[in-house]
């Protein structure tokens, strides 16, 4: 027993003697018990915060984005003569009272602001805008970003999509780039424009939705975003987080129809196209099959998928290609030459991007058979895309 009692406190007066060493050289020497676990691999690994993992996915600024697309951003003053119905009262009092007026006219001066974009230089300044900031217009100025002043002059609109080209006279032009990579919902996006002439105006936002169609009988293809567009914002850019060109900005939905932060722009593909025939031709040609179309539908209980593939026929009019070919209402079209068709608003495109007067095969089904037609298309009548907004 007394053998176990010296043998515990031999060691009590070794821990105590370790401790005491072990406090003087912490005292006189600090950091070498560190050194000395880093030294055998006893270092322990530092603390990760979880929000670390997060750090450098996105920019802390967008400036780069700014500074590499707002040179190309340009504001547009469309000067218009409106002329307007007045009754112009007469001189004498008597006759005020017997007929009150004489009806007439008189004319003022309009002006219109909105944005453009330089997209193309090389001795032809092309400048893409929306066609309601210029449509009527009789003079057209563009303030460039550098300052300068230039007239332009109208190479051509279309209605339907709500563009136009515009041609400038000027040197130096910053033409913008334009994005290839496809946009997803959730991307940010930047709208640079002159919202109620505040030139070179920013705001950010991201891509709320993509292929949005406000009209059915329309071809259209709306980027929807929740970046602040505003009158004088039309025409101008969409760009995204590298300062490229992904749309131009179109119109919103304002507080008046109980939105916020609903705006929607024309994508880079559609505007190009646009842009590309009006410098060839002066203006647009889309196909037209001459149908309507619906979503096809699906029972709630019929086993398939709500989105269903096809578009179907409502109506066809008479004397069109559809009718001719033999197309009938309550057909639903499966495919229009190589390509499937996934909805109402892809065959619009379809049918709009091939040329009048091309022949084309067309698949369905007709009360569950299969059949198909070759149609020979015809040249899209013009609509008015104000008064499809208004519809």
Wanted: aromatic residues 6%.
């Amino acid at each position: 027993m007394k053998h176990a009692a010296g043998t515990l406190l031999f060691i009590a007066r070794f821990a105590v003697l370790g401790l005491a060493m072990a406090f003087v050289v912490g005292l006189f020497w600090p950091g070498s018990g560190e050194r000395l676990r880093e030294r055998f691999g006893l270092t322990a690994p530092p603390a990760q915060h979880a929000s670390q993992g997060h750090v450098g996915n996105g920019p802390v600024s967008y400036a780069d984005a700014v500074a590499a697309a707002a040179p190309s951003v340009v504001n547009i003053y469309a000067n218009k003569i409106v002329t307007e119905q007045a009754v112009r009262m007469y001189d004498n009092p008597v006759l005020q009272q017997l007929f009150g007026g004489q009806p007439t006219t008189f004319q003022h001066r309009e002006q219109t602001l909105g944005s453009g974009v330089i997209v193309s230089a090389q001795g032809q300044g092309y400048v893409l805008t929306n066609n309601h900031v210029i449509a009527h217009a009789a003079d057209i100025q563009v303030l460039l970003y550098d300052g300068r002043i230039a007239k332009a002059s109208l190479v051509g609109a279309d209605e339907e999509s709500d563009l136009a080209v515009l041609k400038i006279e000027a040197s130096n032009l910053p033409v913008i780039h334009i994005a290839e990579q496809q946009l997803r919902p959730g991307d940010v996006v930047l709208a640079i424009g002159n919202p109620l002439g505040l030139n070179q105006t920013v705001t950010m936002g991201i891509v709320s939705a993509i292929g949005r169609q406000l009209n059915g009988s329309s071809a259209e293809d709306f980027i929807q975003t929740d970046a602040a567009i505003n009158l004088g914002n039309s025409g101008g850019a969409l760009v995204n987080a590298e300062g490229e060109l992904v749309g131009i900005n179109t119109l919103l939905i304002g507080k008046a129809a109980g939105a916020e932060g609903i705006g929607f722009a024309i994508p880079v593909t559609t505007a190009k196209k646009v842009l590309d025939q009006i410098i060839a031709t002066g203006h647009v040609v889309r196909g037209w099959l001459g149908a309507d179309y619906a979503f096809v539908p699906v029972a709630a209980n019929g086993g398939l998928p709500a989105a269903a593939r096809g578009a179907l026929v409502t109506v066809v009019y008479p004397g069109s290609p559809a009718a001719l070919a033999g197309i009938r209402p309550r057909d639903i079209l499966l495919s229009i030459g190589t390509d499937d068709i996934l909805d109402p608003a892809d065959l619009r495109r379809h049918e709009a991007a091939l040329k009048p007067g091309s022949k084309v095969q067309v698949s369905g089904l007709r009360n569950g058979n299969p059949f198909h037609v070759e149609v020979t298309l015809a040249q899209r009548p013009a609509m008015s895309a104000s008064a499809e907004l208004d519809n």
